[in-house]
DNA sequence: TTTCGGCTTGAAACCGCTTTCGGCGGCCAG
DNA sequence: CTGGCCGCCGAAAGCGGTTTCAAGCCGAAA
């Protein structure tokens, strides 16, 4: 019970018009009055909050007359619960963050597609966080950003999702996280793998079957992607392993992308003898080299062959269509979505272990059999 | 001066262990207590919780020595409010969303960065929704993202932003968007334009004053793109205004894609006699043109002109680089934002109008005189 | 001295939903 | 006839903020 004591009412004698809330009385002749809340159909359905709530939850300790007779109201009243005070009490706020540092764009948005994916169908959605991993304000810049929303957990892509500092904040702010990673660093548990190494190799196999001799490559930049590091590695033992040394006048640093490319393959080219193939790092490279090559007036692959990797939308618009390692993006944003939701949720399914995938080659046109 | 009655104290006798809360014992050897709240931060200040609220939304009525003896306790505790608990009272959610149906990877996410520029600076962050705007439950699926985490606002993206159904369900909503567009439709104020038809025009002044004469165009989907019939308007009434007729056997539609780009340069370049310039609808487009022409062996620029539109990074990987329009798409995004924060603040600021963008040529290699 | 109004501040209600902690009735074993 | 367990449900206490509505303090005006 409520004691209210009537007192003041000319306190405010002019000036100021009391708008407090205009309570149930707004069932004006349209519909706009506020969202009903879980309150209304409470009060519709005879029941107290909680036994709504219970519906709304699918407890299952709600009798079976119960439970419809409150659904039906709810969905004639068009209730849905509000996220906000939901997350709040639950502790939740239904919210993932995608967090990168990457200008390959088909890249990222295939990994959004992916993680959403399998993100909606658990009532979670997707906020996106491009960033700068070179800013002073990294760090704070994330931080702010998982405590303004509260993210149940992030997704980190490469090359952020190497950095073991960011790795360590979100671990202390006790931030769920997955890491999208091009080799198994540390700590297995929270990662999604895709083998570059395996997948160099498969590169290197199909350049030695095709007779190739003199092999060059154009690795990314080694000291900020792993991925560039696990594919030379990948490229030079299996070229190694068929009595192909990658000689050093035929390597090269890019920077994974188009301009680096073209100026790499520049100082390539211009070895003697010129070699009959180039391994870009990735696609970017590739076009690069495509660049250079187009330049110089060599054909590929008449006199050079060229591979790229990531199967960009790239690597089919150009001519000739580009031979290159795929990645299966949208899935690895699958599996990371659902890692993660994994990890949230505490499910005591399946051990934790990394989730791994396979790029696979696919042979187009710029690769073949070398002409010297 | 403070009441407080020192009563109950026995009121549970037995049975269940009152853990209520942890009061200001929690200062144990590590640091795993809970976040803190305005609660604490109010109780170390010795101050009302009001006014430490008040010193977080930097309300002016707060002497200043109590604002920084509140703001130093925020900084040593590492407070920092909780966005859900924030968003219940204040009815906002500082989440804007961004639809889209738009297979272009490129110009999605230089919208997600322009828009993110814009937003964060508010304090708000981006929810990206893509979506099938062909499935039945388009607008169902719409909906149930708009109120399960209670967007301020939404951008749309074409071609999702020209449907006239969702616009209505957003305003039905009371949720507020904007979209951004490639000519005017009904509805003025809630959009952001890139001047379409005048940069077609661009195009055709820049074909006419090479010279060619035989000029042919692939239209995107005319049906499902607004872009594409602003396009092929623009272009076909400045081509006629420098009495260059576009004519019907030089006028066939695609998808806005490469492979339907590939099909239609086919055609094209099957007329007799052969046009020297194919403006395609967009670079996707023009990337297909170069394929076929590559299948058929035909130069670009000396046996043909290609010229795209939205210089996507593809246009200056292509060789020869592309001809194109650069849209301003980065700043297109930044400006839905910004219009968006207007709405949602209800800044009494500047009269709604739309806000336009003009895109402009990019000349490059693929663009020359006609040969004969 | 009293009144008045501006500057500061706080108690309580509230935002909409969940959890805690029981209460209540029925059924079964003791 | 109890005691106890189980299925079903509700009152109240949060969750962590903000708004409402006063109220205390103080100097200036009356």
Same mark, same amino acid.
């Given at each position: 019970m409520r004691k209210k004591q009537a007192v003041k009412t000319a306190r405010k004698p002019a000036t100021s018009v009391k708008q407090h809330r205009a309570p149930a009385s707004i069932a004006r002749s349209g519909n706009l009055e506020r969202r009903p809340t879980i309150n209304d159909v409470a009060r519709l359905a005879n029941v107290s909050k909680k036994t709504v709530s219970r519906v709304i939850n699918e407890s299952p300790f709600v009798r079976e007359e119960t439970? =419809?007779?409150?659904?039906?109201?709810?969905?004639?009243?068009g209730f849905s619960p509000d996220p906000?005070?939901?997350?709040?009490? &639950?502790?939740? /706020?239904?919210?993932?963050?995608?967090? %990168?540092?990457?200008?390959? +764009?088909? %890249?990222?948005?295939?990994? #959004?597609?992916?993680?959403?994916?399998?993100?909606?169908?658990?009532?979670y959605e997707l906020v996106v966080h491009?960033?700068?991993?070179? /800013? $002073?304000?990294?760090?704070?810049?994330?931080?702010?950003?998982?405590?303004?929303?509260?993210?149940? @957990?992030?997704?980190?892509?490469?090359?952020?999702?190497?950095? $073991?500092?960011?790795? +360590?904040?979100?671990?202390?702010?006790?931030?769920p996280y997955i890491r999208v990673l091009s080799a198994a660093l540390d700590d297995l548990e929270n990662v999604v793998l895709s083998m570059d190494r395996q997948s160099a190799a498969e590169v290197a196999e199909h350049l030695a079957k095709l007779g190739h001799t003199r092999i060059a490559m154009i690795v990314g930049p080694v000291a900020s992607y792993r991925s560039a590091h696990e594919r030379l590695e990948g490229f030079s033992n299996a070229l190694a392993e068929r009595g192909l040394k990658l000689m050093p006048q035929y390597l090269v640093e890019g920077?994974? =992308?188009?301009?680096?490319?073209?100026?790499?393959?520049?100082?390539?080219?211009?070895? /003697?003898p010129r070699p009959t193939a180039i391994f870009a790092?990735?696609?970017?490279? +590739?076009? @690069?080299?495509?660049?250079? +090559?187009?330049?110089?007036?060599?054909k590929i692959p008449d006199d050079l062959t060229v591979i790229g990797f990531d199967d960009s939308p790239l690597a089919s618009r150009l001519c000739p269509s580009l031979t290159t390692m795929? #990645?299966?993006?949208?899935?690895? @944003?699958?599996l990371a979505a659902e890692k993660l939701m994994a990890k949230v949720a505490r499910l005591p399914g399946p $051990?934790?272990?990394?989730?791994?995938? &396979?790029?696979?080659?696919?042979?187009?046109?710029?690769?073949?059999r070398p002409n010297s």
């Open positions: 439970r =419809t007779r409150i659904a039906t109201i709810i969905k004639e009243l906000q005070a939901r997350g709040l009490a &639950f502790r939740r /706020s239904f919210l993932m963050g995608l967090i %990168y540092d990457n200008p390959n +764009a088909p %890249y990222v948005i295939n990994i #959004q597609e992916g993680a959403l994916f399998a993100l909606r169908k658990m009532g491009p960033c700068d991993r070179t /800013s $002073p304000e990294f760090l704070n810049d994330i931080k702010r950003l998982i405590t303004r929303q509260k993210l149940d @957990g992030v997704i980190l892509l490469p090359p952020v999702s190497e950095n $073991p500092a960011l790795a +360590a904040l979100l671990k202390s702010l006790e931030c920077q994974y =992308t188009f301009e680096s490319g073209a100026a790499c393959a520049e100082l390539l080219l211009s070895r /003697s790092g990735n696609d970017e490279t +590739a076009a @690069g080299v495509y660049r250079t +090559a187009y330049l110089r007036g060599l795929r #990645q299966p993006i949208r899935d690895m @944003g699958k $051990p934790p272990t990394a989730s791994t995938v &396979f790029p696979h080659l696919v042979v187009r046109e710029s690769s073949g």
